[in-house]
């Protein structure tokens, strides 16, 4: 089933990618109507601020089976973001944007009504610093007002009306490093812990505090005399990491952590409420207690922003020096 999924995904973000490509081509041939005059507008710098939110294993909606769903945000666990970006138009239709973001990401089992995660108890919160590059499939709009309309005339004012509606799509990579809020309030760095016994025998590989990624999404924005612009954007990261939240396999032997990594280990790795009898014990067969799942974790961002448009000045020829008759 989860094969099924990632494949289908994989089809629709083709899908996306496609459908933009044709629809901004199609709809291009009205914009700069002064043929290469969007030459001049081809660099951008912004900045942008706002908020992220996580999909993940922990916390999330009052029931299982929606961890890989928009659906699934906690609203309560909601953090900041900032992004500061170049951007640059190779053609009227298509811009290439680089991006440096920060943002704060949590989740807590607390939160949730379902019994199971509720019970698990485990919560983590992370800084993520992410850098991307992207490609943006943009329609724009420019209409242009009355220039030379009668003095103190709203005709006069509105010279232009210009917006843009974007989609994007890219690849990217980031840091993180999740820390848990231990039973006396106390946050403790995650992986130095091994809580799903990284190392030992039987256990995962550990995990590194870096990963790639791949942004996709949507942006509106409306620029101010061609020089400024302000918009809304919004973007889901999908990441080849199941760790953001140092959640993604199967309890281990607590003992066993206690003896290699020490006390805090075994107890970060499981504070479950003991609300359903032998919730984090091995089944009869000695299988382990599944601790999250495998499928990798992703996050969200809505930001505000504004940008500055560098003007490109015009070229001026230079002229033909006259030559004196005499």
């Known amino acids: 089933m989860r094969?099924?999924?990632?494949?289908?995904?994989?089809?629709?973000?083709?899908?996306?990618?496609?459908?933009?490509?044709?629809?901004?081509?199609?709809?291009?041939?009205?914009?700069?109507?002064?043929?290469?005059?969007?030459?001049?507008?081809?660099?951008?710098?912004?900045?942008?601020?706002?908020?992220?939110?996580?999909?993940?294993?922990?916390?999330?909606?009052?029931?299982?089976?929606?961890?890989?769903?928009?659906?699934?945000?906690?609203?309560q666990q909601t953090g900041i973001s900032a992004v500061f970006g170049y951007k640059y138009k190779l053609a009227k239709w298509f811009n290439v944007v680089s991006a440096f973001k920060y943002l704060r990401v949590r989740g807590d089992d607390q939160l949730t009504a379902e019994k199971y995660r509720n019970n698990r108890n485990l919560n983590f919160k992370s800084n993520i610093f992410e850098l991307t590059f992207r490609m943006e499939f943009v329609y724009m709009h420019n209409s242009v007002g009355n220039r030379y309309g009668i003095k103190n005339t709203f005709g006069k004012r509105m010279k232009t009306n210009s917006f843009d509606l974007t989609a994007f799509v890219g690849a990217g990579g980031f840091y993180f490093n999740p820390k848990g809020r231990s039973s006396n309030g106390t946050w403790h760095k995650l992986k130095p812990l091994h809580t799903e016994g990284q190392g030992l025998p039987g256990g995962p590989k550990q995990y590194k505090n870096y990963s790639v990624c791949i942004p996709f999404g949507f942006a509106y924005r409306y620029y101010v005399q061609r020089n400024w612009s302000i918009g809304i954007e919004i973007s889901y990261m999908k990441t080849f990491t199941d760790?953001?939240?140092?959640?993604?396999?199967?309890?281990?032997?607590?003992?066993?952590?206690?003896?290699?990594?020490?006390?805090?280990?075994?107890?970060?790795a499981?504070?479950?409420?003991?609300?359903?009898?032998?919730?984090?014990?091995?089944?009869?067969?000695?299988?382990?207690?599944?601790?999250?799942?495998?499928?990798?974790?992703?996050?969200?961002?809505?930001?505000?922003?504004?940008?500055?448009?560098?003007?490109?000045?015009?070229?001026?020829?230079?002229?033909?020096?006259?030559?004196?008759?005499?």
């Open 3 to 75: 094969q099924i999924l990632r494949v289908e995904l994989m089809k629709a973000a083709m899908c996306f990618t496609t459908v933009s490509v044709l629809f901004t081509q199609t709809m291009f041939a009205q914009n700069f109507k002064k043929g290469n005059e969007w030459k001049k507008y081809r660099r951008e710098v912004f900045i942008g601020f706002g908020a992220a939110n996580f999909l993940g294993d922990l916390g999330g909606l009052d029931k299982i089976g929606t961890d890989l769903s928009p659906v699934d945000l906690e609203l």
């Open 243 to 268: 760790y953001i939240d140092d959640v993604s396999t199967f309890y281990y032997d607590p003992k066993e952590l206690k003896a290699s990594y020490g006390e805090l280990s075994a107890k970060m």
């Open 270 to 326: 499981d504070p479950n409420k003991g609300q359903i009898d032998g919730f984090s014990s091995p089944a009869a067969d000695g299988k382990p207690a599944q601790r999250g799942d495998v499928d990798k974790d992703s996050y969200l961002t809505l930001q505000l922003t504004t940008g500055y448009i560098i003007k490109q000045n015009k070229y001026r020829r230079k002229k033909a020096k006259l030559r004196s008759r005499f």
